[in-house]
């Protein structure tokens, strides 16, 4: 008869256990919450009927996790017994249990220090972002350099979606908010220039306001909004699903199929959305000042490249095409960096959208630093 040999296996967990006698207490084995369970009940009766002048000796404790030093910290009444053995290898899990907030930051107790901490992180995080902004603009500058050698890989379809989606679906409201802000700015224009005799001058402020500053930046701020967010979505959706990474395993670069038609597509659309957003502003601008000053309409439009020169408008066009670039660079780099979870893909979302209209804002202000001198007649 063979008798196979017994293979070792690991030892058993010491279970939890406290001795007990006149001088105090002496607690042996695993304090983790795994060992206690099954003893929990008769530890805590135990527990229950010490006392805070008794000696406390750990030093047969094997293992101490969090669970066991916040029982043994509550029985202790939240604060340490004058007589107390206790290993340096046990005295960090109470520690963190005295001070959670030390034991989390270093600096918790410093406001100086807690101050410089986040400025830190916060500058770390501007430059992680930035590092991924100047690596994708670096591959879609690669794909415009390498497609025209490629012609028959040049995303059409998905290039032409995206126009579709992010253009003619957005002329409506686009129309609209024009529209609206130019009846807005004429009648409250209207009513300054009325007090000083000075109502010609109200085409002078819809044509330079429309078509070089509220056009564009309306705009930019419409579609970053509606568009920017749901190129942020939409990517972070596929980042959820794994789809991106089925695309790379396939071959596929994300860059060419999901990035770069989104890219050229509100590049090329938002001049065009400029234009009709501007061109429907100055209609309901007229009609207001026909309404409030009794300006004819066919006077208004006569008068207005005279008195705003047509530079205006390719600052303004040109205005759009960097906005729209922007808006779709950013919410590609945020879709980008969604993880796995809704919570990330409403946060990236978020940040998303008020990181591009920050942006286009912060971009705006260059424009009329460095067009100052153009298209304003002297």
Known sequence: MLISPRIPGPE????????????????????TLACMRPHLAALRRILA????????????????DSFGA????????????????LPDLLRHAFERIEHPADADSPAAGNKVSRLLARGGQGLLGFLDHLHGMVELIGQV?????????????????????????????????????GFLIGIVLSYLSALQLQNFGAETFLINI??????RELGPVLVSILVAGRSGSAITAQLGVMRVTEEIDALAAMGVSR?????????????????????????????????????????????????????VPVGNIGIGLGKGAVFGMTIAMIGCHYGLRVKPNTESLSANTTSSVVSSITAVIIIDAIFAVLTRTLGVPR
Do not use: C
Not at 146 to 156: D, Q, S
């Open 206 to 211: 819809l044509g330079f306001g429309v078509i």
């Open 70 to 85: 916040l029982l043994l910290w509550r029985t202790w009444g939240k604060r340490y017994p004058e007589m107390l053995i």
């Open 255 to 307: 860059h060419q199929r999901l990035i770069l038609p989104k890219v050229v597509a509100l590049t090329l659309v938002m001049p065009l959305l400029v234009a009709w957003t501007s061109a429907l502003a100055l209609v309901g601008g007229a009609l207001a000042a026909k309404m409030q000053l009794n300006i004819d309409l066919v006077s208004f439009f006569e008068r207005l490249p005279s008195v």
């Open 12 to 31: 058993p967990l010491a279970p939890p256990r406290i001795d007990t006698s006149a001088a105090g207490f002496t607690l042996h084995g695993h304090w």
């Open 49 to 64: 009927s010490s006392s805070g002048d008794l000696a406390w000796d750990l030093s047969g404790v094997e293992r101490l």
């Open 141 to 177: 500058s690669t794909e415009l350099w390498r497609l025209p050698k490629h012609p028959r890989e040049i995303p059409w379809l998905e290039t032409s979606a995206a126009f579709y989606k992010t253009g003619v679906q957005a002329l409506p409201i686009a129309a609209l908010l």
